[in-house]
C-alpha cells in the first residue's frame, strides 16, 4: 500500500501504522492527518458496510468523514418534497372538491370529477375504443358506422340498443351534414343521452310514509345499498324505518340490523324462515306508530326464473298496500353492472311480476362495460335512480346520465 511509506520514521509510528490499515483500508482516502486518530474512525465502519446494501453512486462522495450517515437523512425530504410535487402535478383535481359546497354548478363538477375517476375501467375500455374511432381522419360511411355498432354491441349495450343508438346517430350525421369521423363525437353523447329515461318527480304519499320496496337476485349488493339508502335519506332529515322481509338467507336479517345501528335506522326483523308478508306489516305498523317517514323493504333474493318467489313479490304489495294504501309508492330493481346482458334481462322478468319505478346500478366501478345502463334504461324506459362506485358509505350516488357520458367519453 503506498500511502504506508509516507513520512513516519519513529518505530512507535511504524506500529501504529502496521495497526491502521485494518481501519485505513475500510476508510479510503484517509489522509495522513488523520492517522493518529484512527481510533476514532472506527465508529463510522458499520456505516460504511451497510452503505453498499443500496448500491448509489453518492457512497462514494460521502466516504471522507462523518457525512456518509448524514447524506441519506438530507436526501430524504428532498425526495418526499420531489414526491409531492410530482402528486400534485398528477393529481391536480384534487383541489377542485372545494366548489362542491358553492351552488349547482360546483356540485356537478364534483360529480363528473367522481364519475370520472371510478369509471376509469369504462373509460379505458368502451372509451379508448371510441377514441381510437374518432381520432382516426376515416370519412363517415357505412364501414365506420359498423365499427361503431360493433364497439357499441360489445361493450354491453347489447344488439337491440345498439341498433337504436346508431338509428339516432344517423339521423345526425344528415341532419348536420357530418363527413368526418372526429366530427361523431358530440354527436354520439347527444344520441347517448337521449337514450336514458329521466326520473320523473318525486310524489310522495299525503298521509303516512313512504314505501319503498327493493327487489333484485342474490349476490348484487341489495343488503348494502339498503344501508347506503338509509344513510342518504337520514342525511336529508328523514326517519327511517328497515323492513327485514329476507327471512330465507339466514345471515340477511343480522346484516341489516347491522346496518340500521351503523346509520341509526328503526329496525323490524322476525327468525330465519318467517313469513316476509308478516315481517312487512309489522314494520308498517311500527313505522306509522313512529312517525317514520320513509320505509325501505328488503325482500329475499330471488332468481327472476323462480315463479313461486316471483308470485310472492305480488303477495307483499298486496299487504303493503292493505296497511298503507298506494304502497309501495317505489318499486327498485338493483342490478350488478358486471353481469351485462344478464341484468336486462332479469329487469325485463322483475318488471312482468312486480311494476319497477326505477333501477340502481351497482358495482359500475368494477367494469370496462358501462353500456348495460343506457341499454336497460332505454330498453325498459326506467330512470337509473342511482349506480354503486366503490365500498364507501357516500359511494352510493345520484346518477346523472350527462355526467356518465362525459367521463365515459
Known sequence: MSWFKKRHKDKKKKEQEESAPAVSEETPEGEQEEGPSAPEETAPEPEQEKEPESPSPVDRSGVEGPEP????????PLRKEAATEESEEA??????????????NGARKGLFR???????????GLGGMLENVFSSSAPVDEELLEELEEILITSDLGIEAATALLDKLRQKIKKKNLTQAADLREALKESLLEMFKAPGEEQL????????????????????????LAHRYIGQGKKVMLAAGDTFRAA???????????????????????DPSAVIFDALEAALARGCDTVLV???????????????????????????????????????????????????????????????????????????????????DLPVFYVGLGEQMDDLREFDPEAFVQAVL
Open 298 to 380: 328488503d325482500t329475499a333474493g330471488r332468481l327472476h326464473t323462480r315463479v313461486n318467489l316471483m308470485e310472492e313479490l305480488k303477495k307483499i304489495r298486496r299487504i303493503m298496500d292493505r296497511k298503507v294504501p298506494g304502497a309501495p309508492h317505489q318499486t327498485i330493481l338493483i342490478l350488478d353492472a358486471t353481469t351485462g346482458q344478464n341484468a336486462l334481462s332479469q329487469a325485463r322478468i322483475f318488471n312482468e311480476a312486480t311494476p319497477l319505478t326505477g333501477l340502481i346500478m351497482t358495482k359500475l366501478d368494477g367494469t370496462a362495460k358501462g353500456g348495460i345502463v343506457a341499454s336497460v334504461s332505454n330498453l325498459l
Open 91 to 104: 393529481e391536480p383535481d384534487q383541489d377542485e372538491p372545494e366548489p362542491d359546497e358553492s351552488g349547482e
Open 252 to 274: 340477511a336479517g343480522e346484516q341489516l340490523e347491522i346496518w340500521a345501528q351503523r346509520v341509526g335506522a328503526d329496525i323490524v326483523r322476525h327468525q330465519a324462515g318467517a
Open 69 to 76: 450517515g448524514e447524506e441519506p437523512a438530507q436526501e430524504e
Open 114 to 124: 367522481r364519475f370520472r375517476e371510478r369509471l376509469s375501467k369504462t373509460r379505458t
Open 205 to 228: 304519499p299525503e298521509e303516512g310514509p313512504e314505501v319503498i320496496l327493493i327487489v333484485g337476485v342474490n349476490g348484487v349488493g341489495k343488503t348494502t345499498t339498503i344501508g347506503k
